[in-house]
């Protein structure tokens, strides 16, 4: 499906634990976020980005593996006016397998946190999850 031509800002958060290698959260974050801007602050890792390409990889994963329907549950259930969010389990994105939590405990080290602020928020979540897969 054609990425919407859609303005929207997408956040990406990752807490770096002191038992871990801020170089490798920043992989596990770049693994889930495409071509974007990584900062370490704060013990944590951030990825901004204004292009819905970012989500490219999430939204091919979803759709290979047709998991839609719980992204859809989750962005439906996590959203408040025009933001949305999700986890994904950070160990396996550090492997390069994108996969979602419904809770934060799902993931041991702590999970990578996607937000997505859009006007048109039902436009892309139905690019990154269709409703018929």
Known sequence: ????????????????????DPEKIKSAVSNVMLDTDYEYKDGSIKAISRDLHSLSKIQETIEKRRVNRVYRRQMRYNTKGDTTWFYLNKQAAYVDVIAICDEAEESPMGPIKVIIHCKDLEKVVDWLAPESV
Do not use: G, L
Not at 2 to 7: G, S, V
């Open 1 to 20: 499906m054609k990425i919407p031509n859609i303005a929207c800002k997408i956040e990406t958060y990752a807490a770096v634990n002191p038992s871990e």
